[in-house]
């Protein structure tokens, strides 16, 4: 992108910004990287919230742990996904009472939900 752009000469950031839709910014990257011989590190991975599965490894355990004995198979027999008789907020309540977390500790009713929607 930056050897494109410099063979382009003068204005050639701009005229690739509007012909290819390139962003400038990126364009300006490039170009230093290719002036310093070494790539541009921006640290995308490091930016947002950290994964549950990273923050509490044995969560999923847990709440197959938790649901397991509440699933039955989907009484029409249309899917092959289980239908469980225990809401999500009643799983976080009862993950939160008997293994002593804290109410921040654990992720939200929401999150939980969404693991368990994963897990099938």
Excluded at 5 to 10: E, I, K, R, S, W
Excluded at 42 to 57: H, M, N, T, V, W
Excluded at 108 to 118: D, F, Q, V, Y
Aim: proline residues 6%.
């Amino acid at each position: 992108m930056a050897e494109v752009v410099q063979g382009l000469g003068l204005g050639g950031q701009t005229l690739a910004a509007r012909a290819v839709g390139w962003h400038r910014r990126t364009i300006r990257q490039g170009r230093q990287a290719l002036r310093s011989g070494q790539p541009i590190v921006d640290g995308y991975e490091r930016s947002g919230r950290q994964r549950i599965a990273l923050k509490l490894p044995h969560l999923l355990a847990a709440l197959r742990a938790l649901v397991d004995p509440q699933t039955q198979p989907d009484p029409s027999f249309q899917s092959t996904r289980l239908a469980s008789r225990i809401s999500a907020a009643a799983v976080r309540r009862q993950r939160l009472a008997p293994k002593g977390y804290q109410e921040e500790q654990l992720p939200s009713t929401e999150t939980i939900r969404c693991r368990l929607n994963a897990m099938g």
